[in-house]
T-cell receptor, first 112, second 114 residues
């Protein structure tokens, strides 16, 4: 049972373009939604996170948009750069004491 | 560099064997988490320890066990290994015991079971 569904599986974007990765969840008790970035040969690293009481959070070129009624959230990468090429994972948890549940990941390739 | 260290980097073993993966958390972090990453299952939470005590349990098989020692380093023991156990195993650490805390991941141990 996959609790967080992530799409697309892979994404190719031109330098300077916008990358958009979507996630959907079923469990309405989820209350914390982080995104992780993983480069080849490395462990995941926290990129940005959001709670459901806000609809958008922006950190530099990275923005999370959150739609509570649709149970969806997405990561937007503005002005995508070749250095952003990595695998991105969305995740969710509830109450702080429940495990992080991860999406299957999106492999982003930004062409120069 | 996250500050989390994992050894060994690579491990190749045979079915039926037992291996131990080691993790040292960032200085000051009390929580250690173990994850398994495979192509078909993605990133799966296995188990969490906080200050030496088991705090949360995920999809950890009965053949797997873990512990956190007084110096806060942790070991993940995998026994009766099967081909399907081949995966990347990550350790992460955080200051507190909540999943709201930022987790810092180590570089992983790649386990190959032949």
């Amino acid at each position: 049972q996959q609790q967080v569904k992530q799409s697309p599986q892979s994404l190719i974007v031109q330098k300077g373009g916008i990358s958009i990765i979507n996630c959907a969840y079923e469990n309405t008790a989820f209350d914390y939604f982080p995104w992780y970035q993983q480069f080849p040969g490395k462990g995941p690293a926290l990129l940005i996170a959001i709670r459901p009481d806000v609809s958008e959070k922006k950190e530099g070129r990275f923005t999370i948009s959150f739609n509570k009624s649709a149970k969806q959230f997405s990561l937007h990468i503005m002005d995508s750069q070749p250095g952003d090429s990595a695998t991105y994972f969305c995740a969710a948890t509830q109450g702080g004491s429940e495990k992080l549940v991860f999406g299957k990941g999106t492999k982003l390739t930004v062409n120069p | 560099d996250s500050g989390v260290t994992q050894t060994p980097k690579h491990l190749i073993t045979a079915t039926g064997q037992r291996v131990t993966l080691r993790c040292s958390p960032r200085s000051g972090d009390l929580s250690v988490y173990w994850y398994q990453q495979s192509l078909d299952q993605g990133l799966q939470f296995l188990i969490q320890y906080y200050n030496g005590e088991e705090r949360a349990k995920g999809n950890i098989l009965e053949r797997f066990s873990a512990q956190q020692f007084p110096d806060l380093h942790s070991e993940l023991n995998l026994s009766s290994l099967e081909l399907g156990d081949s995966a990347l195993y990550f350790c992460a650490s955080s200051v507190g015991g909540s999943f709201y805390n930022e987790q810092f991941f180590g570089p992983g141990t790649r386990l190959t079971v032949l």
